[in-house]
Structures are given as structure tokens and as C-alpha cells.
């Protein structure tokens, strides 16, 4: 027999149990070493799903923004032709109204009334196109703010 396992057997019952104890030692060091292994493989795959949903969540974050920006490009377009619309309608009607004779000024001054009416319901259309892009900035700053709160 080896001297080690003599020396055991000398101890009698303790040494055994000594014997058992040493190797019950090693083998729950192993099974704990694997036990962290597994552990930290799970925390990475963890870590890898979060950033991948990270990712997700920005491209999304850009499309609805690139939407946005498209969409308020095409409305400026729009109010800026209409507005020119607008000002070239006046103009013919002031061309117009330099032909009327002067007993027709009634009616000269009643589609004035018309033409100032409408321009000051496009600028209030205006108006309110402008919040709502005021409020959408406001809005996407708090967006940003937040992730970057997340990502840290």
C-alpha cells in the first residue's frame, strides 16, 4: 500500500473520514468551479441579448425619427407652396383691382377681406405646426436623455 493510505489506516475511523473529507473537499471544489463556469457563460449570453435589444431599440428609434424628419420636410415644402400660392394669388387680384372701376370697390375690399383672412389661417396653421415641433424636439431630447441614462 502506499504510505499515505498506511498512514490513514493507522488513524483508523478518523483517518478514513479524514480520507473522506479531503476528497469531498475536491470534488465540490469541482462541481463549484463548473457551477461558476456556467454561471459566467450565462451572464455573457445575458449581456450579449441586452446589447443585441439595445441595438434593436436605437434602429427602431432612428427609422421613427428618419420618418419624422421626412415627414416634416414634406409639410414645410407644402406650407412654403401653398404660400406662394397665396402670394401670387394676391397679386393677380391686386393686378385685378387696379382694372376695377371704382364702383366695384366693394368687391375689391371684401375678397381682400378673404385673401387677409386665409393668409392668417395658414400663419395659424403655421403656429401650430411649429409647437408640435417644438414639442416633438422636446420629446426626443427627453428620449435621448434617457437612453443615454440606460446605457450608463
Do not use: C, H
Amino acid at each position: 500500500m502506499e504510505p499515505l493510505t498506511e498512514s490513514l489506516l493507522e488513524f483508523g475511523a478518523m483517518g478514513m473520514f479524514a480520507a473522506f473529507l479531503v476528497w469531498q473537499y475536491l470534488n465540490m471544489q469541482k462541481r463549484f468551479d463548473s457551477l461558476i463556469d456556467r454561471f459566467q457563460e450565462q451572464i455573457e449570453k445575458l449581456r450579449i441579448d441586452q446589447k443585441s435589444e439595445i441595438d434593436d431599440i436605437r434602429d427602431r428609434y432612428d427609422k421613427v425619427i428618419t420618418t419624422y424628419n421626412e415627414e416634416r420636410l414634406q409639410v414645410r415644402s407644402d406650407l412654403s407652396d401653398q404660400m406662394s400660392q397665396v402670394a401670387s394669388q394676391m397679386g393677380t387680384i391686386a393686378n385685378n383691382m387696379q382694372t376695377l372701376p371704382f364702383d366695384n370697390i366693394q368687391i375689391q375690399i371684401e375678397a381682400l377681406a378673404l385673401n387677409q383672412r386665409n393668409a392668417q389661417l395658414i400663419l395659424e396653421r403655421i403656429s401650430e405646426y411649429m409647437k408640435s415641433m417644438e414639442e416633438e424636439r422636446k420629446l426626443k431630447a427627453m428620449v435621448a436623455r434617457k437612453l443615454a441614462k440606460k446605457d450608463e
